[in-house]
């Protein structure tokens, strides 16, 4: 049994403890960011034609901004048509191992005016340098092929983008972007990383996840089908019969 | 006005989603069609996952199908012992046509076997027809021309577990209807049809059954099996868009009430003969598709296992 001082005096060490390393750590978060998007989340509701979210901030000090926004990680497959007795069809394919299914970069000026390659590389900033993983066999050549073929792709559906001129910077501490989601957005959580780069360094990152949902009606008839879909081909059915039966119904006594 | 679509996740224009059930739905009135073979292409124009718009179209031919096959029990049109058989044929035939679908689906390759089955049979089945028609209405100018027989006696009579059709006239190897159901029933599956364009001339012309049972037992069994389809498709494939089908659907009742009602006013031949160039024009598309070299070699898809 301690004494009532000596449990007091515990507690104070613990809490001065923490108050002294988060005043330690303040220096280096002296060159914070503040990250705000005009919505966590967005709703695919039954008007959905694509949405667009505007992220601002403040940085302490002026510096370079790059934004990255990355979707929820799944294993996509890329496939390529052939021509076999002159129609096209699938053939050869790669399966890449979970690739974000959405990509951005937005920045406030050309990366490469930001950050050296390597840092770059290292950071995963620009959709080019994603780490993208196969176990599909194949030579490297033709794997890098589907690589490429996989990121255009994902760009012609506007799922990967990249926009340098689009970070706004104004009076060198404020900032704006937007983050345009395209109706096919998939749907899940969202990182946007904002990166503060000085002379060439990162100095600061920050983290806000965001997430992209179905909601209302939309989200029910999805959940729906999925968890309980048996009932859902029952219902499916039961409805296509009442409305024929209906139909039948009023246009014989018209 | 724009509607996002939760199954095939796109949004399109329901107006014009109405619109096209009622063009479709007054083909099909016109022509006493079920109009799947129709909608299904003409969905996978408009950027419609073909997957989606063939689990969805089978449920939207439920619907389509219903008040005919209703209309004709009421005035006693429907065989229901050939019916059944052909249902039963149909169960099989549909059950194994949605695993094949989600097999092929597994593969990435029922884009193009949806695609290869269109140019296949609306091809055989449009040319047939207006070869059929236009002898009919050459006939039907020249009537001196010798009339061809009824029906032929061939091997397939000669099949066991004969069974009578009292509705039909008939007595015939159930495993000849049986065939045929799960024939159609397979076509149902994979393409998104009632399969009426296959069953009714194969009733007519292998079967020998009387034209007056021929549309009441087709529609008969087809709701079926299209709701085995659509129950299948979404358990197996989660790809039955409700509320696409139930847009198509409201289009569709009321453009078949309209064609119908032109229909009657036209000749048979010639409107035989009109079916069957729109039968050849989408079949001619879909092939299209297939031999043009598309302006993205590449296609994505989510892979097996999450």
Known sequence: MFPVKRRFARCCAIFGAIFGALFLAAPAAAQSIVVDLSTREVAISTGFTGAELLLFGATEGSGDIVVTVEGPRRDEIIRRKERVAGIWVNGASVTFEKAPAYYRTAASKPLDEIAAPAILEKLQIGSDRIDLFTRTAGDAASVLTFRDAFIRTKKRQALYSEDISDLKIIRGRLFRSTIPFPVNVPIGTYQVTVHLFKNGQLVSSEKTPLTVQKVGLEAQIYDFAHDHAAWYGAIAIAIALMAGWFAGVIFRRA | ?306
């Not at chain 2, 063009?23 to 069609?33: D, P, R």
Request: hydrophobic share 55%.
């Open chain 2, 1 to 306: 006005m724009q509607i996002y679509l939760p199954i095939a996740e796109m949004s399109l224009n329901a107006l014009m989603l109405l619109g096209l059930g009622g063009m479709v739905g007054f083909l099909s009135g016109m022509f006493g069609v079920g109009g799947g073979f129709l909608m299904t292409p003409l969905l996978i124009f408009i950027g419609v996952p073909p997957a989606v718009a063939v689990g969805t179209e089978a449920n939207q031919v439920v619907a389509a199908s219903v008040s005919g096959a209703l209309a004709h029990w009421r005035r006693g049109n429907v065989d229901f012992r050939m019916g059944i058989v052909l249902m039963i044929g149909g169960f099989i035939g549909s059950t194994l046509g949605v695993s094949l679908f989600t097999f092929l689906r597994g593969i990435g390759q029922i884009d193009f076997v949806i695609a290869v089955s269109y140019v296949l049979f609306l091809g055989i089945v449009g040319a047939l027809m207006v070869v059929e028609s236009v002898r009919a209405w050459f006939r039907s100018r020249n009537p001196s021309a010798p009339r061809r027989k009824l029906h032929y006696h061939t091997w397939l009579h000669g099949l066991p577990f004969k069974m009578r059709f009292r509705r039909s006239k008939l007595y015939i190897s159930a495993l000849l209807p049986l065939g045929i159901g799960v024939f159609v029933g397979i076509l149902a599956a994979i393409m998104g049809v009632g399969g009426g364009f296959v069953m009714v001339p194969a009733m007519i012309y292998l079967l020998g059954m009387p034209t007056s049972v021929v549309v009441g037992t087709s529609l008969f069994q087809i709701v079926f099996v299209t709701a085995n389809v659509t129950f299948l498709q979404s358990v197996n494939n989660q790809t039955v868009d409700i509320v696409l089908a139930m847009l198509l659907v409201v289009g569709s009742v009321f453009g078949a009430q309209i064609g119908a009602r032109v229909g009657s006013r036209l000749r048979g031949e010639e409107v035989r003969i009109a079916l069957g160039l729109i039968v050849l024009a989408v079949c001619a598309r879909v092939a299209w598709t297939l031999v043009v070299t598309p302006d993205n070699l590449y296609s994505l898809g989510i892979g097996g296992t999450h």
